[in-house]
């Protein structure tokens, strides 16, 4: 079974539609990401949270709000999608101890295509 | 701020031959330094890290980078490459104290051909 699982795998949606991506885990960690690849670019932070009360913007925060529903789930919504947010969207978590110390555990990705 | 530059966009390489990936980084403060890969429709899998202490690092499949603190880099090699390791490679900074939050270069494209 999969420790870091994202749903949809694949959406293609409409200018201007509102769309939430969702990430869950079972790896117990504490701290989730979100994060977008596009060819070229590497991946990008859009927002993390490192407990459920706790969440930050990343690099390219604009144009996205996310949820930490709770320990296990994070979710990334485009109130309004746009064309250039076309790309691959990555979920990730990490922990603080032990042998994993400081390495983030990445998701399937899910590929949002925005006509 | 940190910044990755991966040197390379793109490797093409024959099967059995050594690979080098290159990455620069630039902080001004202590890092931690990693090597992810993604294969072709698949999320990104560690290789490996640099936390701290010897600065060889050995990772999954063959893998070793070199943490160079004077030339603030972290070459990736492998001395003898296969047709799986076709993938795009990622090299990624935290520094220490930004809780784990990950920097990352543009991605190598490495192609091994047969």
């Known amino acids: 079974d999969a420790d870091v699982t994202q749903t949809p795998r694949n959406r293609i949606t409409k200018t201007g539609k509102r769309i939430m991506l969702e990430c869950s885990q079972t790896?117990?960690?504490?701290?989730m990401y979100w994060y977008r690849q596009d060819p070229g670019l590497g991946l990008r932070l859009i927002y993390y949270?490192?407990?459920?009360?706790?969440?930050n913007k990343g690099e390219i925060s604009d144009g996205y709000s996310v949820s930490r529903q709770a320990q296990a789930k994070f979710s990334l919504s485009l109130e309004s999608a746009i064309p250039n947010q076309t790309a691959l969207y990555f979920c990730?978590?990490?922990?603080?101890?032990?042998?994993?110390?400081?390495?983030?555990?990445f998701g399937p990705g899910t590929r949002l295509t925005v006509l | 701020a940190q910044s990755v530059t991966q040197l390379d966009s793109q490797v093409p390489v024959f099967e059995e031959a050594p690979v080098e990936l290159r990455c620069n980084y630039s902080?001004?403060?202590?890092?931690?330094l990693f090597w992810y890969v993604q294969y072709p429709n698949q999320g990104l899998q560690l290789l490996l890290k640099y936390l701290s202490g010897s600065t060889l690092v050995k990772g999954i499949n063959g893998f070793e980078a070199e943490f160079n603190k004077s030339q603030t880099s972290f070459h990736l090699r492998k001395p003898s490459v296969h047709i799986s390791d076709t993938a795009e490679y990622f090299c990624a900074v935290s520094e220490v104290a930004s809780y784990g939050k990950l920097t990352f270069g543009q991605g190598t494209i490495l192609t091994v051909h047969p």
């Open positions: 902080s001004s403060v202590s890092v931690y």
């Open positions: 990730a978590t990490s922990d603080f101890r032990g042998d994993y110390y400081n390495e983030q555990f």
């Open positions: 949270s490192f407990d459920v009360k706790d969440i």
């Open positions: 790896k117990g960690h504490d701290r």
